[in-house]
């Protein structure tokens, strides 16, 4: 889609998305229009709250027709930058319903909001909202594609600072969009060997280096939990390594990025029902995130060094299929007692984790994982829960999602939480049980951390969308892209 910044309010285009606060002030609008929305609100056509929408045909000259799409943003003093975006997605879905290829949308002038944000938010509500993943479709429908978007009225002081805002939104979206579009595959299509390639793909596209390390590397890196969740697939392990370095001045400072990359999870033998199983492919949602978030940092050329580590894999079942019962190696010397072959995806990211901290030297570290079902239960689809041992990286984590309308929430790591983790005849044990879910199996994966400043963002509850809502399509999300992005550039 093209997208540009125009600071006049008029242009050819014959379709135009008009944002509107409750009480029926808009802006940059001319006298005729202002009383038309009055109308439209004393006659109950229109309320402005947030996110309804109200359509107007109008003939211009020539017998051309025009539509306009007035949208609500809610209270005035109630605005934010994730309520612009929920209105301009609103917006966009209803201008997708007129089969047009071009439309407008007016600026929003804020004292509270700076134009950059703005201009990030109605970019990202456009793009987000307009995304489909049809490339299975053989026959698709019969629609016009809306491929050019202009965000018109912006004061000629400010088109500079909107212009500059929107090119860093647009690959932040494009990588948001390439994290949609890995977890929507088919797990027939993406083993990890093809999800190594799409990274090396992406890694030529954007500026970071990859390194794909196959089965044999990884046996002598010592990765037995890896190893053992991946062994029961014919399609082997590929430990996917990205690096960026933007900041040469302070090389010893890295932030380690480390994404679940389960391609497909059965359960294993602790089988899992056959309905859960049906989105499983969802299960790399934390290595889309990693891959994502690495392809915005390096296009942007953000100053910071950062090393994304992915351990990709399938948990099938087969003759050599790890088992409940076993115990089980790791790289960081621990051994794990197997209690439930499900909660595998904290096996791989224990090797992950420390392998990041000791071969890659990491100062700082972020686990991202599609991990507990507890997670969806505590805190539902909307907000990722985090564990973390240090509350000034948590709050630094709370301040960029915030940045992108992303919700974080901590929950509490207690020591008396790690006593349900301790086996009796290992290091460790995989599952500390029902209780405390996303806690105890957050804190499995800080046993692998050293000391290391550490956040682990369960995203099981937001990487996926089970219907069109706001400005995610039903699918993948892209979520934790935008956040991670943020975390690495402000910090």
Known sequence: MKLAIQSERHSEILMEVIPVFEGGKVLHVCNSCAARVQRFIKFGRFNASLGSTYKFTKEKDLGLIKEEIYVGLGK????????????????????????????????????????????????EGVVFADYEFNKYKEVKEDKVCLNE????????????????????????????????????????VLIPEELAKRAEDMGKEYGFQVEVMHKEQIEALGMEAYLAVARGSVNEPKLIVMRYFGDEANKENITGLVGKGLTFDTGGYSLKPADYMLHMKNDMGGAAAVIGA?????????????????????????GGSYKPGDIIGSMGGKHIEIINTDAEGRLTLADAVYYAVEKEEVTRIVDVATLTGAALIALGDTTTAVITNNDEFYSKLQKAAEACGEKVWQLPAFEEYKELIKSSVADLKNTGGRYAGTITAGLFIGEFVKNTPWLHLDIAGTAWADADKDYLTKGGTGGSVRTLYYLVKNN
């Open 294 to 318: 690495m392809a915005a940092i390096s296009k942007n050329k953000v100053k910071a060094n950062v090393v994304a580590v992915v351990a990709a894999c399938e948990n099938v079942i087969s």
């Open 76 to 123: 005035e003093e109630e605005i934010t930058s994730e309520r612009i975006r929920k209105a301009i997605a609103k917006a966009i879905r209803e201008v997708k319903k007129l089969n047009v290829e071009k439309a407008t949308v007016r600026f929003i002038d804020l004292d509270n909001i700076s134009t950059e944000e703005v201009v990030k938010a109605i970019t």
């Open 149 to 188: 978007v202009r965000i018109a009225s912006v004061a000629e002081e400010k088109v500079a600072a909107a212009e500059k805002a929107l090119e860093e939104a647009k690959v932040i979206i494009d990588s948001t969009i390439a994290a949609r579009n890995l977890v929507n595959e088919p797990a027939n």
